[in-house]
């Protein structure tokens, strides 16, 4: 591989006339060379190379980039080579670095090294179980007790660690599996040194430990769940591998692999708090079943249960302490707008408790008619709480609310106020208008989503030499720039560009954020005032605007070249003298559309506040205005926003 310095001597040498001007005839045109492309056809040359700035632009097909990028597309060769052969021609030693072939690709085979252990671990862990004297004593018999067929091992791939120190840890390395890959994957961990000369030792983490593998959806086991089977209190009940490339919790559910088919076919999937819970009832022909082994329901859950069904009931124990929590964090599942329903174990039951009692198909039948509608089930549950106090009772109303508010469909959002309105014996209407005041609240983040992407779109439409910019100021310099360099050109009508933007800004009360422009702006207008016209002598030589000016003026004789067309080559920056109306225009809408946000804003921030219904509705219609504004200016732009 080249060294680092040596691309970058490579750089430093390489002349872009003179690499380029080998295959194209380059004709000078101001600072600038010009000449026909050579990647594409055509009789005019809008082909332009910036010798200062070391780069070329195509304004015909767009493309652009240094000279490396022009050999690499002239010659159709890779990075590598299209130095070696820019090396070549300026006769540049190249010299080579060895390259740590594993830091590279580490992200890669550290990948396929944790899939390949868990891979490996599973089959001896399995194995233990089944065929080893210590796995068929302690851990196969633990399992038969417990109900679990030899079938549902199977199908779970469940397994079992042993006790020793390290014998998975001496199997593994024995089979090449190198000590910081084991550790990665959560299996072993070195043990604290005492004496200074001792070599390193390392302990397995699983030892004594029935383990339950996790799928990813595709089937491949990407970590293990490690169950303590003796008392201990002094340790965890369950280990669970860490979080790596290959693991991460809030991504995956236990039992998803073996339950997806189920789920489509029943079209719901019954969640479940533990690994057990997922396979006694799978055993027991109840298989769309999964568990969200510790942790809170996440998005990510949510999404790829929504990939199999749009419905999902809750299975809690008859005295499952986790149902308040769980209750409060269920509102992830509306939002994605799936249904959800809560079915209670009775008092003294769990999942696996039940069924064995009772059988699989009462248990479907106990699920069936215990359902109950999650947003019923939360009203009732909290009504229960507040034990009629009034206070708890306005607070349980509005938090309903919000649930119900949360929901992306206002047909089923009007059913679930109905239905609650009886329940809390409150007044539909309060309801209604409640969560519509919610569902405006969260519009609002999605307005300013909107409002964000838009001006980056406009931001990036237009001609911004900072690589550091800011929307509101590049826009404001650019308006500045205007000013300093078409100021006494005519605009619309008769009026100059100059009069055209003071007399906009000061008629729509905008304001300039940077406080250099603003001065800018004050300046100009004192002299505009009067004078009548605006001329580069005054911008130049006025203590305030000096600098600014100074740089505007040089840097637009510089010509069309800015360096971040070679991040995009296709935003090409025309603010020739054909265009300066337009641009002019643009601008000054754009500092319109920035002074709406704000407006918005303001206005949002009054809606949140009021409790007033009729307020609210002024407010609402204040907001409709700006909005459609808004809609207009964007339409100016030729941009469809909502
Ligand atoms: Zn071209």
Redesign the pocket.
């Known amino acids: 591989m080249i060294s680092q310095s040596t691309i970058e001597k490579i750089l430093d040498t390489a002349d872009i006339a003179e690499v380029v001007g080998e295959y194209v005839n380059l004709k000078r045109r101001g600072v600038n060379l010009m000449g026909n ?4 056809d ?1 009789k005019t040359p ?2 332009v190379v910036s010798p200062t700035k070391g780069i070329y632009k ?6 652009a980039g240094n000279a490396v990028g022009f050999i690499m597309e002239q010659n159709r060769l890779n990075y590598p080579e299209a130095l070696r052969w820019l090396a070549a021609k300026y006769q540049i030693i190249i010299e080579e670095e060895l390259v740590d072939s594993e830091e590279i690709s580490k992200q890669k085979s550290e990948r396929e090294a944790l899939l390949a252990v868990y891979s490996f671990a599973n089959k001896y862990f399995k194995d233990n179980l089944l065929n080893d004297e210590e796995g068929k004593v302690i851990a196969k018999s633990y399992l038969t007790e417990r109900g679990i067929r030899d079938d549902t091992i199977e199908k779970f791939e469940i397994g079992y660690c042993k006790k020793g120190w390290t014998e998975f840890y001496n199997h593994a390395t024995k089979n090449g599996f190198k000590p910081e890959i084991l550790i990665k994957a959560g299996f072993i961990k070195q043990k604290e040194q005492k004496e200074e000369n001792k070599k390193e030792e390392y302990f397995d983490v699983y030892r004594e430990r029935v383990i339950f593998p996790i799928h990813d959806i595709t089937g491949r086991i990407i970590a293990f769940g490690a169950r303590l089977l003796k008392k201990d209190d002094k340790i965890s009940k369950y280990i669970n591998s860490p979080e790596n490339e290959v693991y991460h919790k809030s991504k995956v559910l236990y039992g998803m692999f073996q339950a997806k088919k189920s789920i489509r076919e029943k079209d719901f999937c019954i969640l479940t708090e533990g690994y057990l819970d997922v396979i006694t009832l799978s055993q027991n022909g109840i298989e769309n079943v999964v568990a969200s082994a510790g942790t809170a329901l996440t998005q990510d859950q949510v999404k790829q249960i929504g990939r199999f069904t749009d419905n999902i009931t809750m299975l809690y124990d008859g005295d499952s302490a986790g149902i308040k929590a769980a209750i409060m964090g269920t509102d992830i599942i509306l939002e994605n707008n799936l249904n959800v329903k809560i079915v209670v174990l009775p008092e003294g039951e769990d999942p696996d408790s039940f069924c064995k009692k009772s059988g699989g198909t009462a248990f479907e039948e106990y699920i069936s008619q215990n359902a109950t509608d999650f947003i019923v089930f939360k009203t009732r549950f909290l009504l229960k709480e507040g034990h009629g106090d009034p206070i708890k009772k306005a607070t349980t109303i509005r938090e309903i609310v919000e649930t119900i508010s949360k929901i992306p469909d206002p047909i089923k959002r009007s059913v679930f106020i109905k239905q609650t309105s009886t329940l809390l014996d409150t007044n539909e209407q309060i309801l209604i208008s409640e969560a519509n005041r919610l569902r405006l609240k969260d519009n609002e983040k999605t307005y300013k989503k909107i409002n964000d992407e838009f001006e980056n779109l406009l931001s990036f439409n237009n001609d911004i030499e900072n690589t550091n910019f800011n929307p509101d100021e590049d826009r404001e310099k650019s308006v500045i720039r205007s000013i300093i360099l078409y100021g006494n050109m005519p605009c619309i009508d008769d009026y100059t560009v100059v009069k055209y933007i003071l007399e906009e800004i000061e008629m729509d009360n905008l304001e300039f954020l940077n406080e250099n422009y603003g001065n800018i702006l004050v300046e100009t207008r004192k002299y505009f005032n009067t004078n009548g016209f605006v001329d580069e002598y005054f911008f130049k030589n006025n203590i305030i605007t000096s600098q600014i000016a100074s740089d505007i003026i040089i840097d637009s004789q510089k010509h069309l070249l800015s360096p971040r067309w070679l991040s995009d080559a296709e935003k090409s920056i025309k603010t020739d003298f054909d265009n300066y109306k337009k641009e002019v225009i643009n601008n000054v809408n754009y500092l319109k559309l920035s002074h709406l946000n704000r407006l918005l804003n303001e206005n949002s921030e009054k809606i949140k506040e009021t409790k007033e219904q009729e307020t609210l509705n002024e407010l609402l219609q204040i907001q409709k205005n700006i909005l459609e504004l808004k809609s207009k200016l964007a339409s100016f732009y030729g941009i469809i926003i909502h």
């Open positions: 492309c050579p990647f594409h055509e809008s082909f195509c304004f015909g097909c767009g493309k």
